[in-house]
């Protein structure tokens, strides 16, 4: 081997077979294939097939696919899904940036502060979840508080509206700090000579953020709006958590219906069949991502 | 060097190889060991807690195992939210463990790979004649003995006796002196006006519980011929509409319904006066030390109606221990044995001869869940029992009654359109 090594050339060097590194990665690959992608081929196999997970599967074509597209339950709840993903997406992408704006700039106790916003993204979505439905639950801290200054309490988890708001509010707290980490890598590779030209030249601090900040972050702001897009697209445990899908099924979205239709009702056919609806939307969503982030480059 | 590091990471790769298939044999063993016949066998036993009756079960399977001493009880325990997934993975995956605890829900579902006791217990007849008639449909299937009851469970009223006596509010003595549901509002009404009640009564978030009040206005979710939904008849539409005006009264609060509050939670906080659940919370309230409470008889609408549910031992064919686990399933189910479990456990027998076990906690409030067994319309077995139909509606009943209860939508159009969902489901089903 080491004489073959010697007898190439320079710029042939660098393609020569080495086998440690895919052994390193073996482990991985065997975990990644076992867990992700055999199970991905087995749901798109089950698809094609009614099975309840126990008796022999039989193979019924495209009906699971039709009854998905005339499910009017999976709609509604894609569509309960889109709402809660064109309010949350924008709302993190708004707030995780003007917080990372904030806390680059020179200010006391600035890691405390970037602690504060990171922590909550280091707990689990059912420990969100299940703190602040200690909050706002009808009894919870929150309404507590409410009428200990003699107002009326408010319905957080069992009027529609407040349920959706509450479902939002936890989400964009578990949230923030992972996307405003990324959003300060961002800024920080904004070189600090831009901002002087524009400051020499007299724009305005808004001016400079609409003309140097945003148009640099442009790679950034993609990845965040596309993995915050799917995060909401996948979103489950926060919702089981914190409302059940509740009240009714104001906050039941897609993940959870998938999970009622496959295990509940023990429907796995079908419940894959969704799965596979999910799954092209979101690879559409990664698509695009790759297209408009040049392929990646971020 | 270079060529000293390549050797060591590829041996560091096959050793980590080696350890992992090495940890997947070693499940394959103690698997295949139980399977293996022969003199001695272990019987897997898939099981889980609500309470401390793993404790009693593991009491029991040492004064079995001292009696065979060929035979060793593997006691499973997991989360009972896990027991589907774990029986499928076994069962799909060829090794069954021998026996398993199921609860009601998932009892039809895994009947289909149940072992038929019947012809190890001495005839069905014989076996089944031991146990309340009213929980036979969930355990004999197509005629085969298919689970051995080992727990029996009532749907019944537990209350707040501090807040009631606070009122002056008697709550009935005797079965013969129950309350009509529009006297126990009027007694609920007083309890949150003069005896400081927040609310009146909590409901459990299932359709379950409150397929109670269907079967008090003589109502049922399918025919009893089991061939189409029944469920949005006058009596069902009835119980519907009763349930809304127990929450536009402002009987019950929303939350439980609308917000997914715990109501086991709002009981303890003191602020409630009664609590529809489950004779299983006897222990669950067990600690309760703030305030005094009890059990009372449910009212009754058109007649006196609870539900009845349990857990059952079921042993699965192709485990190769199938006489040892039809033995032990005999043991457990004799009277001995059962009362022992039952008592130990605080929970209710099904054998007809140990309706009164000498509990060390509630005896009295065991005795009204047993009357409330007593006098069930025998339309809840029946529906309930249904378990590969019941799972693909049940969620649509919980969702169609919260619509009523929010305004949505009436009684009767939530009631047809639920009807609509058991007809598909029974329709599948027939497939």
Redesign the interface.
């Known amino acids: 081997m080491a004489t073959g090594t010697a007898t190439m050339k320079p710029g042939k060097r660098k393609k020569k077979f080495q086998l440690t590194p895919y052994l390193f990665v073996l482990p991985n690959f065997l975990i990644f294939s076992i867990f992700i992608i055999v199970p991905t081929i087995m749901g798109f196999i089950y698809s094609f097939n009614e099975y309840d997970g126990l008796n022999p599967m039989e193979f019924i074509g495209i009906e699971n696919y039709m009854n998905v597209f005339t499910n009017e339950m999976f709609w509604s709840a894609l569509g309960k899904t889109a709402l809660y993903a064109a309010i949350v997406v924008p709302l993190i992408y708004c707030l995780s940036l003007a917080v990372a704006m904030l806390l680059i700039q020179e200010i006391r106790l600035k890691g405390f502060f970037r602690a504060i916003f990171y922590w909550p993204t280091m707990i689990s979505f059912i420990i969100v979840g299940l703190t602040w439905k200690w909050i706002f639950g009808d009894l919870g801290i929150l309404n507590y508080i409410l009428s200990l200054f003699g107002a009326d309490t408010i319905p957080f988890l069992s009027s529609p509206f407040y349920a959706n708001l509450s479902v939002i509010i936890a989400t964009v707290w578990s949230r923030l700090g992972f996307f405003m980490v990324i959003f300060m890598a961002g800024l920080q590779a904004i070189p600090g000579d831009y901002y002087e030209a524009a400051h020499l030249d007299g724009a305005s601090k808004l001016r400079s953020f609409w003309s140097i900040t945003l148009p640099l972050l442009k790679p950034t702001s993609f990845l965040v709006i596309m993995i915050s897009l799917i995060d909401a697209f996948k979103s489950y445990p926060l919702m089981f958590a914190l409302t059940g899908g509740g009240p009714g099924r104001e906050t039941t979205f897609i993940v959870q219906y998938i999970y009622e239709v496959g295990f509940m009702r023990q429907e796995l056919g079908v419940a894959s069949a969704m799965s596979v609806v999910l799954f092209v939307i979101i690879s559409l969503f990664t698509i695009l991502q790759f297209r408009l982030a040049k392929g990646g480059a971020v | 060097m270079k060529?000293n590091?390549?050797i060591v990471?590829?041996l560091m790769?096959f050793v980590?190889?080696a350890l992992m298939s090495m940890a997947c044999a070693k499940n394959d063993d103690a698997g295949s060991e139980g399977a293996a016949g022969g003199k001695n066998v272990s019987l897997d036993f898939v099981w889980f807690s609500d309470g401390n009756e793993g404790a009693v079960m593991k009491g029991i399977i040492k004064d079995y195992e001292a009696q065979n001493p060929n035979v060793k009880v593997n006691l499973i325990e997991i989360a009972y939210k896990d027991l589907?997934?774990k029986l499928?993975t076994m069962?799909?995956g060829g090794q069954p463990p021998a026996l398993a605890r199921i609860s009601t829900t998932e009892i039809g579902?895994?009947s289909?790979?149940a072992l038929d006791l019947s012809t190890y217990v001495g005839g069905a007849d014989q076996f089944t004649a031991q146990f309340m008639d009213s929980i036979k449909p969930y355990y004999v299937v197509n005629d085969k003995v298919i689970a051995a009851p080992m727990d029996v469970t009532a749907n019944g009223l537990i209350y707040n006796k501090t807040l009631f006596d606070k009122a002056g509010v008697k709550v009935p003595s005797s079965p013969d002196d129950v309350w009509t549901w529009e006297e126990f509002q009027a007694a609920l009404k007083q309890v949150m006006d003069q005896g400081g009640a927040k609310y009146g009564l909590v409901w459990d978030f299932t359709p379950h519980r409150w397929s109670t009040l269907l079967y008090q206005y003589g109502g049922s979710m399918i025919s009893s011929d089991g061939t189409k939904a029944t469920i949005n008849n006058e009596a069902g539409v009835q119980a519907v509409e009763y349930f809304k005006k127990l929450h536009t009264d402002g009987s019950m609060?929303?939350?439980v319904?609308?917000?997914?509050?715990n109501p086991n939670n709002?009981f303890r906080?003191g602020t409630v006066a009664a609590h529809l659940a489950g004779n299983w919370m006897v222990s669950n309230y067990k600690d309760i030390t703030n305030f005094e409470w009890g059990v009372t008889y449910m009212p009754k609408a058109t007649q006196r109606s609870s539900v009845p549910g349990g857990k059952f031992v079921m042993a699965f064919n192709g485990s190769k221990v199938e006489k040892e686990a039809a033995d032990f399933v005999q043991y457990l189910s004799t009277k001995e044995v059962n009362s022992k479990y039952n008592q130990e456990s605080l929970f209710m027998s099904p054998r007809k001869d140990s309706a009164n076990l000498d509990y060390a906690f509630g005896k009295e409030m065991f005795q009204i869940f047993s009357d409330e067994l007593n006098n069930t319309s025998a339309a809840a077995a029946e529906d309930w029992s249904k378990q590969t139909i019941v799972?693909?509606f049940?969620?649509d009943l919980k969702?169609n009654l919260?619509?009523v209860i929010?305004g949505?939508t009436t009684a009767k159009e939530a009631m047809d359109k639920t009807a609509q969902a058991i007809d598909k489901a029974i329709a599948d089903d027939k497939?």
């Open positions: 060529k590091f390549k990471s590829i790769v980590l190889l589907a997934t499928r069962i799909t579902a895994f289909g790979r609060p929303t939350s319904w609308f917000g997914g509050e709002l906080s799972p693909k049940s969620n969702n919260v619509e929010a949505k497939k």
